[in-house]
C-alpha cells in the first residue's frame, strides 16, 4: 500500500468513527435534555471558595468564544517541520546554567527545568548535561568500542555490530552526585531547577554489557572490575565493581525512540542504573577488564565524600532515594487560596519507590501522596497529593521511603553527620515556604531550610 492509500483509509476510518460517536452523543444527550442536567449536578456541588476558573451561572453560555487568527486562515502544513519543535510559547523551558558555576564560554553543566516537566520522561532537548571536556561531535562510523583485559577474546565492535545483539529497553532516571550541591551549608537558590535540575529520566535502548562482556569470554575467576572510557577529550574512566556490571548496565545507542543526543555521549553510552551519573561513560569507547580498581582521578580527587574529620569516603556508587515538590515550588507564584494538586518527583538509585509523604507545616503532619505514573525500579515516580490552601504561610515539604525501607532525612539530620566540607550525595529534605497570601509577598514561594 502507498503512503497515500494509507492515508485515505485512516480519513475513512476516522469518517466512520465520527459518525459512530456523534450518535451516541445524540442518544445520550436527548436522555439528559441537552446538557441541562450536567450544568445543574456541577452548580450543586460548586464551592466558589475553592474556585480554580470563574463560574459561568446557571444560563446557558451564548457569548461566541473570541476567534483567534488561527481560526481564520489555514494553520502551518506538515513540510514546515521535517523535525518537529516545542511552541514558541514555550521558549522559556530550556536547560540552564549559572553564570558563576561555568563562566567560560564551554559551560560544562546545564541542568533540566524539571519545574516544568509533567510525567516521568525528560524530553531529549531537554535533559542535563555534564562535560568535563566540552561535547564531542564522533562520526559513528568510525567509532569503535573494544572490550580488552581479563577476557579470552579482546574484541572490536562498530556501533552496527552493537546493534545485531539482543536489545533492551528501560526508563532510568540519571543524576549526577552533585545534584543539589550547592545547598550543602544553607540555602543558595530559589529554583527547583538549580536544586535539583541536575538530573533527567529517559528511555534507553542498547545492549546488556553482560552480553558483551560473554561475547569476549570474561575470565570469572580473576575479573572483579570493569574500567570503561570515553573517547572526549576528558578521558574519562571509572572502576565499577564486577556486580553492578553484570547485573543491570547496558550500552544505550538510543534515547527516548531516537538515536542518544551529541550531548549524551553520541554514539554510546554506559547506563549505569541507580549510580551517580559519573560512572555512565558517555563516548564510549573502552572497556578494560581488571581485577583491582584504577584510583582514576574521577574517583580519588572527585567523586568522593570529604568528611568533617578529613577522611573521604569513596565508591559510593548508588544514588540516595531522594524527592523534591516541583509544583508549587519557588519557580511559581501562588494563584490565590483555594485547591491545588501538589506534585513532585521520588526516585531511589537502590530500587522502587515505596511511599511519598508530604508535609505542609513544616514537618509536622504528613500525609500521603499517591502516584500519578508508573512505579518503575530506579526511575522517576510522579507524585501528587490535594491541598485546600486556605492562604496562611505554609511549609511544603515531601519525603521518600524506598522498597528497602530507606527514609529520606531531614537536611540537619544530614548535615550532622556529614559536615558541610561534602560536595556530593546531598539527598536529604528541602522545604519551600509558602508566603501568607495577604502578606507583602503575597504567595511568594521561597526555598528556606526547616
Ligand atoms: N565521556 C564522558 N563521560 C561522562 C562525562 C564526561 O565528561 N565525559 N561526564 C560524566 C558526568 S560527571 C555526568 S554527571 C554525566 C552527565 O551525563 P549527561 O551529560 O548525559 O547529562 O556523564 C558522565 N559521563
Ligand atoms: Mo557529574
Known sequence: MTDNRVEEKVAVQSEESRSQSRRAFLKGSAAVAGGVLFTKAASADYDPKKAVAPYAGEKEITEPLQDGPWRKRLGFGVRRYPYGVPSPYEKDVQRRTLEWLTPDSMASITMTPIQSLHGIITPNGLHFERFHGGAADIDPKTHRLVIHGLVERPLIFTVDDLKRFPSISRIHFIECPANGAMEWKGVQLNSVQWTHGMMSCVEYTGVRLSDLLKEAGIKLDKARWIIPEGADASGMSRSIPLEIAMDDCFVAYAQNGEALRREQGYPIRLVVPGCEANMWVKYLRRI???????????????????????????????????????????????????????????????????????????????????????????AWTRFEIEWDWDGSEAFLMSRVTDETGYVQPPMPQMRAVEGTNNVYHRTAMVTWRVHAWDSKNGGLIENVQY
Open 288 to 378: 578494560k577488564v581488571t581485577d583491582v580498581p584504577l584510583q582514576h582521578r574521577e574517583e580519588t580527587s572527585k567523586y568522593t565524600e570529604l568528611m568533617p574529620d578529613g577522611t573521604a569516603q569513596r565508591f559510593s556508587w548508588y544514588m540516595e532515594p531522594n524527592s523534591v515538590i516541583t509544583y508549587p515550588s519557588p519557580d511559581y507564584r501562588m494563584q490565590g487560596p483555594g485547591k491545588y494538586y501538589v506534585r513532585g518527583l521520588a526516585w531511589s538509585g537502590r530500587g522502587k519507590v515505596a511511599h511519598v509523604d508530604v508535609s505542609f507545616d513544616g514537618g509536622k503532619n504528613w500525609h500521603e501522596a499517591h502516584f500519578t505514573s508508573p512505579v518503575l525500579d530506579k
